[in-house]
């Protein structure tokens, strides 16, 4: 597909046959080679086609092929105009996140602690396909965890009082429903909740290599050679049982051969399913956060145990926990006029300025949203800042990764895990793992130069950098 450049990072792939917008692709010329490589432009002229799309159909920098929507594809739909809500365009892994702690620590410190947190770490927290929780939740307390999120688990001693402060809608999305969940996903849920899980979940030790931007950084409480703490997983089974719940029940529904890819299925975002599944999303979402917190409870356990020092001694605080694979309803002004818009993030990341409104309440009203880019296992991680572009731009969205250039299956091809743990040893990271195929699936030249990623977010300013995360501990399911 011929794509116009419009600057040097922003691409347009023009509307024609059934696309009703134009597709907008941030990237370098360096990251579009890879991006044309795969289905990514096709899907994105899919997505651009269906109902009640406004603006454009876009794709991040880390974009990829996935199913229905790209990964690290953007779109808003107005519901006002019979707007779409499609799981394709959500991810089955409902409220795939990333979550960032700081300590007071400097690597110097830790040092010699290393190996004995990550392995306590690792024994810790339950990691691995189809890996199972520490905590064996009951039914009914899998449905109030899904209904009402972080707060749940943080009465229960699974926290702090002011954790959820710093957690996209506070741990807890609105309008949540277990009415419509399948009892096959509540009791996958039951028994993953507080678990890594496997594929590009990871747990980090990480040191902040380079701070960008001092002022933001000190009032997040970051410093160069700060010891930090990343966790990176999802709803696990539960979320990823009800995209598969929901796709068939639409398809019951929806005239498949009109569709130009079946894995697009959608529905009215007012209609009947269409609430259906979003408040079921919903509840996925507040799975995830919990999931999250959960591990941070046990990352805080672990430092306890291995430097025999309180957490809160050692600021083990959350700076942020973001979420890249949902659909939210928010309000932006299109031609002019105030519109309802069902925004759907696959793969892409929320970017809030300051003083944003959604931030009103946040302690981050005065500083913009903190916004999580990591990369893959041995590469560095960022920290942004939120970018007031971002609304005029993206829908307020930037990267969520470095996004994959090779399969899972052809990485199992090329390297093996002595290769992949040599590497890693010789950059002085310590990487415990499960799974010598998840190891080796994740290599870190199965994917995109993060770096690349994050210049093009930051160049645009949909999102701006604070600091450089590289990695000295690695869980991997």
Known sequence: MELE????????????????????????????????????????????????????????????EGYGFPIGGVAAFDIEEEGIISPGGVGFDINCGVRLLRTNLSYEEIEKHKVKLVD???????????SKAKIKFTKSELEEIAMKGVDYVIKQGFGWKHDKEYIEEKGSMKNASVSYISEKAKERGRVQIGSLGSGNHFLELQVVEKVFNEEVAKALGIFEGQVTVMIHTGSRGFGHQIASDFLKLMEKH???????????????????????????????ANFAFTNRQLITHW?????????????????????????HNMAKLETYSIQGEKKKLVVHRKGATRSLYKHHPLLKDSPYYNLGQPVLIPGSMGTASYLLIGGK?????????????????????KAIKTWSKHQIE??????????RSSSWRGVVEEAPQAYKDVDE?????????????????KPIGVVKG
């Not at 990352?299 to 979420?323: C, G, P």
Request: zero cysteines.
């Open 254 to 284: 929806v005239d498949i051969a009109s569709l130009p890819d079946r894995e697009l299925v959608s529905v009215s975002f007012l209609s009947e399913i269409g609430q259906q599944y979003y408040q079921s999303m919903n509840a996925a």
């Open 299 to 323: 990352v805080r356990e672990s430092f306890e145990s291995v430097l025999d020092q309180d957490a809160k001694a050692l600021d083990l605080n959350i700076i942020y926990d973001v979420t």
């Open 120 to 130: 306590t770490l690792f024994k810790n927290i339950p990691s691995g396909l189809g």
């Open 5 to 64: 450049k419009i600057s040097d990072y922003i691409w347009k792939l023009p509307k024609q046959g059934n696309m009703k917008v134009d597709g907008i692709v941030f990237s370098s010329e360096k990251l579009l080679e890879i991006i044309s490589k795969d289905r990514t432009l096709w899907q994105l002229s899919n997505v651009a086609s269906l109902q009640g799309i406004v603006k454009n159909a876009i794709a991040m920098p880390d974009a990829h």
């Open 453 to 469: 990623v994050v210049k093009v977010s930051d160049t645009l300013q949909i999102a701006t950098l604070v600091a450089k995360l």
């Open 389 to 409: 572009k971002a609304e005029d731009l993206s829908f307020n969205s930037t990267a969520h990764g470095a996004g994959r250039v090779m399969s899972r299956s």
């Open 422 to 431: 040599s590497e890693l040893k010789q950059k002085g990271i310590y990487l």
